[in-house]
């Protein structure tokens, strides 16, 4: 009897290079996602007239854009190189479109936190000759913010989803829901935390709306991986990440169901929908850096897809062969 084959590889390194990400990755995952959800919120907030909501979600906005685009300046080592990828338009390229996606974004943003900050140093912030101009764009600025809200939150799942990693590409069908869903929770945990009551509404609404797909998203993606790859996501920092932020999501959720009348619950509920809006991407995250380093996690589920296609009777393309 042959032994079952042990999974090696050539010198002893993995079959897929894992992406040479640091921490301020995942915390740019995260702050976009907030960034995103915060602006979306915003809106919604404008047009329903609550001001001191929008306030709240624009300032929050802009916050989270601004240390998100430090971190990944920061992994990216040089300003210059985030400017270089703004040179070219390319629609196949996740890094590309996100990039675009980012900069209108962040336009949008600084002219609405720009209008607030005057409201509220009472028309006393330096804008100079631009004053008289703001105030007729202040809500085509909004627009245009929550316009680029949600694929700010969902194309750092396309461009994870993009690679080879095994655990990212896995989940490529279910994960832009997954981080849209965390990135609603967030933003309205932020506003619960930071509006009073009587306008919390629309923010409890929007973070239990995002719990409940962040569960499904999370619980689908969990069923239709494949098992071994599956397992990056029980084991580990990245599976204990995970769990964390499913209780995390159900407290918060229930929280902001119950949260109307009581402020301590807003604000804790608020906590903890920030809390596993933030383990969430940094659980996928290791997650996906684990699997790219373990030889298992990439030859199991392609052994697993060949057998599968040999058992459907196809033996004549290029990737089965009559063996």
Same mark, same amino acid.
């Given at each position: 009897?042959?032994?079952?084959?042990?999974?090696?590889?050539?010198?002893?390194?993995?079959?897929?290079?894992?992406?040479?990400?640091?921490?301020? *990755?995942?915390?740019?995952? /995260?702050?976009?996602? !907030?960034?995103?959800?915060?602006?979306?919120?915003?809106?919604?907030?404008?047009?329903?007239?609550?001001?001191?909501?929008?306030?709240?979600?624009? !300032?929050?906005?802009?916050?989270?854009?601004?240390?998100?685009?430090?971190?990944?300046?920061? @992994?990216?080592?040089?300003?210059?190189?985030?400017?270089? #990828?703004?040179?070219?338009?390319?629609?196949?390229?996740?890094?590309?479109?996100?990039?675009?996606?980012?900069?209108?974004?962040?336009?949008?943003?600084?002219?609405?936190?720009?209008?607030?900050? @005057?409201? #509220?140093?009472?028309?006393? /912030?330096?804008?100079?000759?631009? &004053? &008289?101009?703001?105030?007729?764009? @202040?809500?085509?600025?909004?627009?245009?913010?929550?316009? /680029?809200?949600?694929?700010?939150?969902?194309?750092?799942?396309?461009?994870?989803?993009?690679?080879? *990693?095994?655990?990212?590409?896995?989940?490529?069908?279910?994960?832009? $829901?997954?981080?849209?869903?965390?990135?609603?929770?967030? +933003?309205?945990?932020?506003?619960?935390?930071?509006?009073?009551? +009587?306008?919390?509404?629309?923010?409890?609404?929007?973070?239990?709306?995002?719990?409940?797909? %962040?569960?499904?998203?999370?619980?689908?993606? %969990?069923?239709? #991986? @494949?098992?071994?790859?599956?397992?990056?996501?029980?084991?580990?920092?990245?599976? %204990?990440?995970?769990?964390?932020?499913?209780?995390?999501?159900?407290?918060?959720?229930?929280?902001?169901?119950?949260?109307?009348?009581?402020?301590?619950?807003?604000?804790?509920?608020?906590?903890?929908?920030?809390?596993?809006?933030?383990?969430?991407? $940094?659980?996928? $995250?290791?997650?996906?850096?684990?699997?790219?380093?373990?030889?298992?996690?990439?030859?199991?589920?392609?052994?697993?897809?060949?057998?599968?296609?040999?058992?459907?009777?196809?033996?004549?393309?290029?990737?089965?062969?009559?063996?």
């Amino acid at each position: 009897m042959v032994p079952e084959a042990e999974f090696t590889s050539y010198y002893g390194r993995p079959v897929v290079k894992a992406p040479p990400w640091g921490e301020d *990755v995942p915390a740019y995952l /995260f702050l976009g996602g !907030l960034a995103g959800g915060s602006a979306l919120l915003a809106a919604g907030a404008q047009f329903t007239r609550r001001p001191t909501l929008r306030r709240n979600a624009r !300032l929050g906005a802009i916050t989270a854009i601004g240390l998100g685009s430090v971190a990944l300046v920061r @992994d990216l080592g040089r300003p210059e190189r985030f400017l270089n #990828m703004l040179r070219t338009v390319k629609v196949t390229s996740p890094m590309s479109i996100g990039s675009w996606i980012l900069a209108a974004f962040g336009a949008g943003a600084g002219v609405t936190t720009a209008l607030e900050l @005057d409201r #509220m140093t009472g028309r006393r /912030f330096p804008l100079g000759p631009l &004053r &008289r101009v703001l105030p007729f764009v @202040d809500g085509a600025a909004g627009v245009w913010t929550a316009l /680029f809200a949600p694929p700010l939150a969902a194309y750092t799942a396309v461009l994870l989803a993009d690679t080879a *990693v095994p655990t990212w590409n896995a989940a490529r069908d279910e994960l832009p $829901f997954l981080f849209v869903g965390s990135a609603a929770l967030s +933003a309205g945990g932020l506003a619960m935390i930071t509006t009073p009551l +009587a306008e919390t509404g629309p923010a409890r609404t929007f973070a239990v709306a995002g719990a409940v797909t %962040k569960v499904a998203a999370s619980e689908v993606m %969990k069923h239709r #991986m @494949d098992p071994t790859v599956a397992q990056t996501l029980h084991h580990g920092g990245a599976g %204990k990440m995970l769990r964390a932020s499913e209780i995390l999501t159900v407290v918060g959720g229930l929280g902001a169901l119950l949260a109307g009348r009581h402020r301590a619950i807003a604000v804790g509920s608020g906590l903890a929908l920030l809390a596993s809006s933030a383990l969430t991407r $940094f659980g996928i $995250f290791e997650a996906g850096i684990h699997s790219a380093k373990d030889p298992k996690y990439t030859i199991v589920p392609q052994k697993r897809r060949l057998a599968a296609r040999r058992a459907a009777g196809i033996t004549d393309d290029s990737i089965t062969t009559a063996g």
